[in-house]
């Protein structure tokens, strides 16, 4: 199996800063892209930004100039720094990774179990 597990949510101010970590472990041969995605009360689950392993990146537009996606591919962990923060950020985070278990084989989404951010104005 492969678990991804999130850390970093928390409460900040607007204009503050968070920095999310996802660390994947488990059965894993190598790991595709990597992103972040969130999900607001009352709204679908939304792209943020994603990362493939030669370190091309895609970022939503409402978060361009504002977040940085990185990732360490020795410790199939992906990062998402937020600057900037300003309350319609507020959402549950999920870090996702796209994991191929064996040489060859298929690849496979895993989500983790997301973590909070809220903004206060």
């Known amino acids: 199996q492969v678990q991804l597990v999130e850390s970093g949510g928390g409460l900040v101010q607007a204009g503050g800063s968070l920095r999310l970590s996802c660390a994947a472990s488990?059965?894993?041969?190598?790991?595709?892209?990597m992103g972040w995605y969130r999900q607001a009360p009352g709204k679908q689950r939304e792209l943020v930004a994603t990362?493939?392993?030669?370190?091309?990146?895609n970022y939503a537009n409402f978060v361009k100039g504002r977040f940085t996606i990185s990732r360490d591919n020795a410790r199939n962990t992906v990062y998402l720094q937020m600057d900037s923060l300003k309350p319609g950020d507020t959402a549950v985070y999920y870090c996702?990774?796209?994991?191929?278990?064996?040489?060859?084989?298929?690849?496979?989404?895993?989500w983790g179990q997301g973590t909070q951010v809220t903004v206060s104005s």
């Open positions: 996702n990774a796209l994991v191929v278990k064996v040489p060859t084989g298929p690849m496979f989404s895993y």
């Open positions: 990362i493939t392993t030669g370190g091309s990146t």
């Open positions: 488990g059965t894993i041969f190598s790991i595709n892209a």
